[in-house]
């Protein structure tokens, strides 16, 4: 399974911002993908994920209703994270990841397959 992440780039504090994740390689709808974000000099953190047959989402914690939120196009082999209310500290490469099975999973190393990151930068 490959994995390209897409749609990062340089905005405004309060602007939107939808990122894809395209996956080629195998049809993934057993899987469960994940979006993470790693900032400079720090941990990658889990931000959402969704599994793909049946479209259950969940989300990290620090996650408020309604300022992220994952979806998918089993169609397009795509997931999507939309972002809303941007704050400068939502500045990160973000990456998504795939990973085969049940269960929801918020530990990068839980993850078999990651796609090349893609960088958000918010300004105050």
């Known amino acids: 399974v490959q994995l390209q992440a897409s749609g990062g780039g340089l905005v405004h504090a309060g602007d939107s911002l939808r990122l894809s994740c395209a996956a080629s390689g195998r049809t993934i709808s057993s899987y469960a993908v994940g979006w993470f974000r790693q900032a400079p000099g720090k941990e990658r953190e889990f931000v959402a994920a969704?599994?793909?047959?049946?479209?259950?989402?969940?989300y990290a914690d620090y996650v408020m209703p309604g300022r992220f939120t994952i979806s998918r196009d089993n169609a397009k082999n795509t997931v999507y994270l939309e972002m809303n209310s941007l704050k400068p500290e939502d500045t990160s490469v973000y990456y998504c990841?795939?990973?085969w099975g049940s269960g929801w999973r918020t530990r990068a190393y839980e993850y078999d397959f990651w796609g090349q990151g893609t960088q958000v930068t918010v300004s105050s």
């Open positions: 990841a795939a990973r």
């Open positions: 969704i599994m793909l047959d049946y479209g259950n989402t969940y």
